[in-house]
Structures are given as structure tokens and as C-alpha cells.
């Protein structure tokens, strides 16, 4: 089974609009996190927001949050007023702190394009 | 600080050649990871190093393939006898001793391998 699904593989949206990136995931740890990343088409992962299986707030930076339903094993991550910079991959991660340790699994992504 | 760099940015070879990758992380961070991602995938978990040692290595990681961190600083990947479907971008990333809630990993640039 996919420990990280995101079911979209392409995302539009108006620039200013939000909109809403989806993740599920599945783990049977009770500690882990979730984190999302940002790959523009120069390739560098950026860091964007992380989210931790104990945190009772939904994470937020700026104009990114993440909607945290943990019974559903959900981790959206919703950009508000999207600007054309936003244009990019967007990789949803989890790291199991129980099961593996370090690493990170990452799902497959989703091509979000942000138009004028 | 010039975060992580990677070292050679492109790199092309003929099937059956060895290549050797680089990897500066950043400066104090005694964390460092090697993902490969091929086309329209995420990354995928390759290794790991905690200062010098090697603690955790992927099934993806096959008898041609070698990483080493000699001295807790730079680490360099190689691959021997490559195969076409080596051809990918191989990225590092470092972090930190734990610090805070997040410990995100901070990811280079990537090294892009094509194999023909």
C-alpha cells in the first residue's frame, strides 16, 4: 500500500485565489510528521510546512496551512492568495519516527500551475 | 551559509561506467541523506549518515551502488557499472542535530544522472 497518496496529479488555479492540495497517508506509528515540499523547475526541494502527529493545531507559515484531520489520515495543504511564483511541484512527506527512522517517504506530487 | 551543494549538477556517461557524485551539506550539520528521484516520481530514500557512520540503507541501494561520508563532512555516492535505468536526479539533503519540532532536511540542488 502507498504510504503517501496524492490523488492530483495537476492542479489550476487563478492567481490570488487559494486552493487546496490533497495528502493521505498511512502509517501505523503513533509519532510521526508530515511535511511539505515545494520543487520548482530548478529542481531544489523547498521546506514549507511540518506538522507533527501529536500537534493539536493545524501548522501554518505565511500563506501556507495544513488541515490536519488525523482520524482520516489527511494533511492538505492549502496556499492562500496564490501568486505566479507558486507555479511548481508540490511533494507531500512523512517521516515514521518508530518504523524508519530518518528517512523521508514521499508521495508522487502534484503540478500545481498558478494563472494570470 | 550556501546551504547544500551537489557536485556535478549534469552528469552524462555511457552505460557501464562508474560515476561518483558529491555532496557538501551544511555547515554543523552532522545529518545527511541521499534520495533518488526519477521522472514524475518523488524521491526516494537511498541512505543516511549521522556524522560518519551509515545507519540506514534502502532495498534501492544495490551492490553497484557505494556511499561514503569519511570524515562527517562531504559525502559522495557512487554508482558502478551503470545502467540506463540509473538515469535520475540524485538529491541530498542535511539537517541538523534535533533542534526544534520540525527537523526538516534541507535539500541541494540534485545531481542529474543520464545514462545511454
Known amino acids: 500500500a502507498q504510504k503517501i497518496t496524492q490523488t492530483q496529479p495537476g492542479m489550476f488555479v487563478q492567481e490570488k485565489e487559494a486552493v487546496t492540495l490533497d495528502c493521505t497517508y498511512d502509517t501505523s506509528d503513533q509519532s510521526y510528521g508530515l511535511f511539505w515540499y515545494k520543487q520548482p523547475s530548478s529542481g531544489e526541494m523547498i521546506f514549507l510546512i511540518y506538522?507533527?502527529?501529536?500537534?493539536?493545531q493545524n501548522a501554518t507559515e505565511g500563506r501556507y496551512s495544513l488541515n490536519f484531520q488525523k482520524a482520516r489520515k489527511s494533511a492538505n495543504l492549502v496556499i492562500s492568495a496564490s501568486q505566479l511564483g507558486d507555479s511548481a511541484m508540490y511533494f507531500c512527506?512523512?517521516?515514521?519516527?518508530?518504523?524508519?527512522?530518518?528517512?523521508?517517504?514521499f508521495g508522487e506530487g502534484t503540478q500545481l500551475t498558478v494563472n494570470p | 551559509d550556501t546551504g547544500v551543494s551537489q557536485n556535478p549538477r549534469h552528469k552524462i556517461t555511457k552505460r557501464g561506467q562508474n560515476v561518483t557524485f558529491r555532496c557538501d551539506p551544511i555547515?554543523?550539520?552532522?545529518?545527511l541523506y541521499w534520495y533518488r528521484q526519477t521522472l514524475g516520481q518523488g524521491p526516494e530514500f537511498l541512505t543516511y549518515?549521522?556524522?560518519?557512520?551509515?545507519?540506514?540503507k534502502s532495498r534501492l541501494l544495490s551492490d553497484r551502488f557505494s556511499a561514503e561520508r569519511p570524515k562527517g563532512s562531504f559525502s559522495t555516492l557512487e554508482i558502478q557499472r551503470t545502467e540506463q535505468g540509473d538515469s535520475a536526479m540524485y538529491l541530498c539533503?542535511?539537517?541538523?542535530?534535533?533542534?526544534?519540532?520540525?527537523?526538516?532536511?534541507?535539500f541541494g540542488p540534485g545531481t542529474r544522472l543520464t545514462v545511454t
Open positions: 549518515f549521522q556524522n560518519e557512520a551509515q545507519l540506514e
Open positions: 512527506a512523512m517521516r515514521e519516527w518508530e518504523t524508519s527512522g530518518s528517512r523521508l517517504t
Open positions: 506538522q507533527g502527529s501529536y500537534d493539536e
Open positions: 555547515s554543523e550539520h552532522n545529518r
Open positions: 539533503a542535511s539537517s541538523p542535530p534535533r533542534q526544534g519540532p520540525t527537523y526538516e532536511q534541507y
